[in-house]
């Protein structure tokens, strides 16, 4: 496949190198100095585009994608507030659009177990539960986008949260979501419940961004060839 990369910073790099791997070529990087600059020519051979740059750019570098017809994967956390329009246009267009707030397969097994376990845990009211996450000083954006599909995840399965809230809940309705922020960590995720007697936690560490980029890369050669919105589900069928 012929790849163009949005956004040429950590991720971009590393998923430079797991398309390479893995035989494709980068025809094009774009990043905050030469966007702009983009000409139709520049575009008309890119087979897909995978797209993490930052929140504020996300939506119109996607919306470029559109425009243009180009089938494109991102990964950009932070922007979701434009998630649902975008969305709409991919469908109403016919366009070929493919979003996971985490490409990492670990991630998203992990979502799943969340899942399974909140509705397990409708049953025992003694236990609360919050969500943390950890992730390395440059983060734009807290909390992290899988911090908030996890707690999405909990409020569409536990019945007794209807909200969260950062950092601290106020009342027994709501969540608490931590953010912390050290040193280069790829990004730690963790679901604990607490009754007075015991914590059950389930816990999930990046090790490295080879994993995201990974999982961003096998989305692109999943969406070529496909019109419409598509996610992890879609991909990894779990
Ligand atoms: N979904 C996932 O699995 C996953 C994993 C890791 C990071 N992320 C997200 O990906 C995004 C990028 O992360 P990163 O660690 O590579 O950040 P980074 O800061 O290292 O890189 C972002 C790059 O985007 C560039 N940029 C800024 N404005 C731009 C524009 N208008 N058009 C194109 N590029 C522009 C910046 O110059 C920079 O090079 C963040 O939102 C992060 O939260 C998602």
């Known amino acids: 496949m012929k790849i163009a990369i949005i956004g040429y910073g950590k991720m971009g790099k590393e998923i430079e190198q797991v398309a390479l791997d893995r035989g494709h070529e980068i025809l094009l990087k774009l990043d905050v100095s030469n966007i702009r600059n983009v000409k139709k020519e520049d575009l008309q051979d890119i087979d897909v585009a995978v797209e993490f740059s930052n929140p504020e750019s996300a939506f119109s570098n996607i919306n470029l994608c559109f425009d243009h017809n180009i089938p494109i994967v991102s990964g950009t956390t932070g922007w979701l507030d434009k998630f649902n329009e975008t969305v709409q246009r991919c469908k109403r267009e016919q366009k070929t659009f493919f979003y996971a707030s985490n490409y990492s397969i670990g991630v998203n097994l992990f979502f799943k177990l969340n899942s399974y376990l909140a ?38 399965s536990l019945d007794r949260k209807k909200n969260w809230e950062k950092e601290a809940a106020s009342n027994s309705d709501s969540i608490a979501v931590m953010s912390f922020r050290e040193g280069k960590v790829p990004g730690n995720h963790k679901v604990t419940y607490e009754s007075s007697f015991d914590k059950l936690m389930i816990e999930h560490n990046a090790k490295s961004r080879k994993g995201f980029a990974l999982g961003a890369v096998l989305a692109a050669e999943f969406i070529v060839g496909k019109t419409g919105y598509f996610s992890m589900n879609d991909m990894l069928k779990i």
């Open 119 to 156: 509705k397990m845990m409708n049953k025992f009211s003694a236990y609360d539960v919050h969500v943390e996450e950890t992730h390395h000083t440059q983060k734009l954006d807290a909390p992290s986008g899988t911090a908030i599909t996890l707690t999405e995840e909990l409020l569409n």
